[in-house]
């Protein structure tokens, strides 16, 4: 059923919170307008009548709203342990969904190095890398058998339709010194977990990244790979469960405080959600391009041929946001400042526009 058990909490909740329908603490709580009494949304999906003996409208057609006020301050104060049984996580219950989309996912062998997690349940590993990485640490005291082990991969890694999404092997290269390479179209690369601010977390290969605590400071996250010439672009996906706008652009060299917005830096370069650039922290918000914030993809082109940084919107050109010649320096990286609720998925490897500058 739809609640969650009441020997997950701690401390228990009051009894108020259970769904008479389930018999469970209410998920995705609503109540009866008429009482007050709560229920799981997915519960009353079906607008049964309210069983609380207390309802002034037993026998009416009843209507359902959300809690608000003091009610829900009280239940997103509630803290439950995580579902699965070797995670002994206590969490609110506001942050226990986006925990467990992870933790009750069955890991990859190799998930000590790649953190990735199954697809399927009859697979043991998430790509053929990380399969050929097993076989080859259990063969770590046998060349011989390490080297009948690439022979029969290679065919696999070099096949279009095996291969890992931000890497790529050639017979020649050596397992430890895998890159991220060119398609032939643009750079992969990802977010690097060592380079984020307090509590923000990645998931999906560190391409995804959320940001959700009570505090309103921008922390920053930075991409994994350092651009050093050329021209890049790379998309930025919006986070549906967005509240806050985020600060997306670019920032030269990687050593900053990640627990502000690196754009407060006059080598960091930003568009700014509310249709606003910034660049170091006397910036004072020049109007720019339009607003971005939980929906739509904007896409980032970096020039440091000619050392401008421009932005697109669902396809649209906002034209050249930046010119400096600090954006012809490298090693730059791609940057986003989240604030308070935000997040993003970071699409990399793809081609230029032709509209773009």
Not at 299 to 321: D, K, R, W
Not at 342 to 349: E, H, L, P, R, V
């Amino acid at each position: 059923m739809s609640g969650y058990d009441l020997n997950r909490f701690h401390p228990q909740p009051p009894a108020h919170l259970l769904c008479l329908i389930c018999n469970k603490v209410v998920k995705d709580p609503l109540e009866c307008d008429s009482c007050g009494q709560m229920y799981c949304n997915e519960c009353v999906a079906r607008k049964p009548q309210c069983k609380s003996q207390d309802c002034p409208k037993q026998g009416a057609p009843p209507q359902y709203v959300k809690i608000q006020g003091a009610m829900l301050k009280v239940y997103k104060n509630l803290m439950l342990f995580c579902a699965n049984p070797e995670c002994k996580k206590l969490l609110s219950i506001v942050d226990i969904e986006q925990h467990q989309s992870t933790c009750l996912k069955q890991k990859c062998l190799n998930n000590d190095l790649c953190k990735e997690f199954i697809e399927k349940d009859d697979q043991k590993f998430c790509s053929i890398i990380c399969e050929l990485t097993f076989q080859l640490y259990d063969a770590q005291n046998d060349p011989k058998k390490q080297f009948d082990i690439i022979k029969r991969y290679v065919p696999k890694l070099t096949s279009t339709n095996s291969q890992p999404s931000s890497f790529q092997i050639m017979p020649s290269q050596s397992i430890q010194n895998i890159q991220p390479i060119s398609n032939g179209d643009g750079v992969f690369f990802k977010w690097d977990k060592n380079k984020c601010g307090q509590g923000i977390q990645l998931t999906n290969g560190d391409v995804c990244v959320f940001l959700k605590e009570s505090s309103y400071i921008f922390r920053t996250v930075l991409g994994d790979h350092g651009f050093e010439s050329g021209i890049h672009y790379w998309e930025i996906e919006a986070d549906s469960r967005t509240e806050n706008e985020l600060k997306i652009g670019v920032c030269q060299g990687n050593t900053i405080n990640l627990n502000a917005a690196f754009c407060d830096l006059n080598q960091g370069f930003a568009y700014y959600g509310l249709a606003q650039l910034r660049n170091g922290s006397n910036a004072s918000g020049q109007t720019y391009g339009k607003r971005f914030k939980k929906e739509g993809t904007l896409g980032v082109c970096l020039n440091m041929n000619n050392g401008t940084l421009s932005f697109s919107l669902n396809g649209e050109y906002m034209g050249i946001a930046f010119r400096s010649d600090l954006l012809k320096k490298g090693p730059i990286y791609a940057a986003v400042a989240l604030l308070h609720c935000a997040g993003c998925t970071i699409k990399t490897g793809k081609q230029k526009p032709a509209y773009m500058e």
